[in-house]
């Protein structure tokens, strides 16, 4: 597609529940970031995929959280169990290996809440 | 760059003068800086580049300085409109991998 895109854009849980957060990026990308955020504050860097391996999964703050890209495209970010703590915006971003204007573009995120 | 996780220093200025966003980084071997715009519910938007062979890029109303001797970035805005309103990142690439870091982030509030 023409941007990242993220869905749901906002998601309101309860506690306890297990919620799938989805992203699709940019065709030909080649590498997928997923971040958190927090309200009024900064990146919080979770997982990376290169192709459909993630050889960084140093940021997942508890192993409630996963992720899993397939055909070199899509991911899902699962959240087992939520709780409160796990309220945030979920953003994904995507880039193209090997080009030399490196960004990152990101998608709109997915805002969570958990009551 | 700075801790995640911390609350966002804020920037304030009034509508019509030049802004000053600062950013250190922490790698020395960083060959490739950006700076992002984040407008409210909107994800980081793409604002600047700069490679490091360079110590200052200028685009519309934005210019980038960056000095290696300090490891120090900085975004400048002139003539800052409301529209500019929003948190500021800076991120840097490393020598090795594919990963940026990010900074923590400054929100600009412009005055009217």
């Known amino acids: 597609g023409a941007g990242v895109s993220q869905s749901p854009s906002n998601k309101v849980t309860e506690k306890g529940k297990d919620v799938e957060l989805r992203c699709d990026p940019i065709?030909?990308?080649?590498?997928l970031y997923w971040y958190r955020q927090s309200l009024g504050q900064g990146l919080e860097f979770l997982i990376y995929f290169q192709g459909n391996s993630a050889p960084d999964k140093s940021g997942l703050p508890s192993d409630r959280f996963s992720a899993e890209r397939t055909g070199g495209s899509v991911s899902t970010l699962t959240i087992q169990r939520t709780q409160q703590e796990d309220s945030a915006v979920y953003l994904c971003?995507?880039?193209?290996?090997?080009?030399?204007?490196?960004?990152?573009?990101f998608g709109s995120g997915t805002r969570l809440t958990v009551v | 760059g700075e801790s995640v996780g911390l609350h966002l220093p804020t920037l304030s200025v009034q509508e019509g003068d030049n802004s000053i966003i600062n950013c250190a980084y922490s790698n020395s071997a960083s060959d490739y800086f950006i700076w992002y715009k984040q407008e409210s519910g909107k994800g980081p938007q793409f604002i600047i580049d700069i490679r490091s062979n360079m110590d200052k890029r200028q685009g519309q109303r934005v210019t980038v300085l960056l000095n290696k001797t300090v490891k120090h970035l900085s975004l400048q805005i002139a003539a800052t409109q409301p529209g500019d309103s929003a948190v500021y990142f800076c991120?840097?690439?490393?020598?090795?991998?594919?990963?940026?870091?990010f900074g923590g982030g400054t929100r600009l509030m412009v005055k009217p």
């Open positions: 991120a840097e690439k490393g020598d090795a991998g594919n990963m940026l870091t």
């Open positions: 065709s030909g990308h080649t590498a």
């Open positions: 971003a995507s880039s193209l290996v090997g080009d030399p204007n490196y960004g990152y573009t």
